[in-house]
């Protein structure tokens, strides 16, 4: 996504703070200035019970000033945070009905509006890249010096494996790179660590965790900068799409003005976090996403933290996820979701 000025982004957080949610989009540099932190937020009539679920990682840093704000009775909103390291509970308690709103994997957001009939609705995206190549060598110094290389990469069947065969696609590299497959991240940094493997891909915050291990450890490729010379390759106009927050429809229904004051909250959150990395490292660290501090504000810059909502997250997700289908159609529950998956307010 393309840079947005001070002004822009500043105009864009009052509409959204006006009940008017247009899209706006975070380059993963620490520079950007996705929101103003100081804009004050617009207060339902009453506040509203609102149960968020995060997984930890990206998916949850935007949120920890909010997460803040609540403790010390600021927030717009009654809320209760949950944070886990699994996606299938944030499936479970959003089928159950246990919690109202939830950070999730953007793909998973479309396998459970799939699953629910439409019960689930996107409210806005929330990660867009945080994935990069690294190395322990000097073997890559860019996606066609990959050939005939091979590359360690957790998760087979999820979105890293998916856009790592775009581009590779793109390039036409495909049956070219040797793809190791590992069940976590945490096992390709201690393959990446013994020795066993050179190169990998990993997201962020596991970068950076491994760069703490490993001293000879670089990035040598930003997947964000492969992906759009793929994309001009392809002709598509996708954008990567990492994770998103999404509610039950039914909630949205019942507390639309709750709704409207959570995403003036967490846009204003994700601005305070993409604008104050230190004292966002320790917010991440008190509600426990990251153990450390330095490792938080040492990731944070490239975690692809974001914030588009409206027909700019619609227009971004909508050609990400016809990719994930063409590759694999049970990656977006096996159909792409209609219109009124995306929250147009």
């Not at 944030?90 to 246990?98: I, Q, R, Y």
């Not at 950076?208 to 291990?213: R, T």
């Not at 019942?254 to 990395?277: K, R």
Request: proline fraction near 5%; glycine fraction near 6%; include cysteine.
């Amino acid at each position: 996504m393309k840079k947005i000025s001070r002004f822009l982004a500043a105009a864009l957080c009052l509409a959204l703070l006006a009940g008017c949610l247009c899209g706006c989009a975070k380059n993963p540099t620490p520079a950007e200035v996705v929101s103003d932190p100081a804009s004050s937020i617009v207060a339902p009539p009453q506040k509203a019970k609102v149960r968020v679920l995060a997984i930890s990682g990206p998916t949850g840093m935007g949120m920890v000033e909010l997460m803040q704000a609540n403790d010390e009775g600021r927030a717009a909103n009654d809320y209760t945070f949950t944070l886990t390291t699994n996606p299938s509970d944030a499936v479970a308690k959003l089928t159950s009905g246990e919690t109202d709103i939830a950070a999730i994997p953007a793909n998973l957001a479309a396998t459970l509006y799939a699953k629910t009939q439409g019960g689930i609705q996107i409210l806005a995206l929330n990660t867009q890249n945080n994935l990069y190549i690294v190395q322990t060598g000097e073997e890559v110094s860019s996606i066609a010096s990959l050939e005939g290389k091979t590359i360690a990469v957790s998760g087979q069947g999820s979105t890293p494996e998916y856009i790592l065969n775009y581009i590779l696609s793109a390039n036409d590299l495909a049956g070219k790179v040797t793809i190791h497959f590992y069940a976590e991240h945490s096992e390709v940094v201690a393959k990446l660590a013994a020795g066993e493997e050179t190169i990998a891909l990993l997201p962020q915050p596991f970068v950076s965790v491994a760069q703490k291990k490993m001293e000879n450890l670089s990035i040598a490729v930003n997947m964000e900068t492969a992906w759009e010379d793929a994309c001009k390759k392809t002709g598509s106009t996708a954008d990567i799409a990492m994770g998103c927050v999404v509610a039950r429809r039914e909630f949205i229904e019942q507390n639309t003005a709750a709704v409207q004051s959570f995403l003036a909250e967490y846009l204003n959150s994700i601005g305070y976090v993409s604008t104050n990395t230190k004292e966002a490292a320790k917010l991440v660290v008190r509600y426990g996403i990251l153990p450390d501090e330095e490792l938080a504000e040492a990731a944070l810059p490239s975690c692809g933290i974001a914030f588009l909502s409206g027909a700019t997250m619609r227009d971004s997700l909508k050609p990400f996820l016809e990719i994930l289908y063409a590759a694999n159609p049970a990656a977006v529950g096996g159909a792409l979701p209609g219109e009124d998956f995306y929250y147009l307010p």
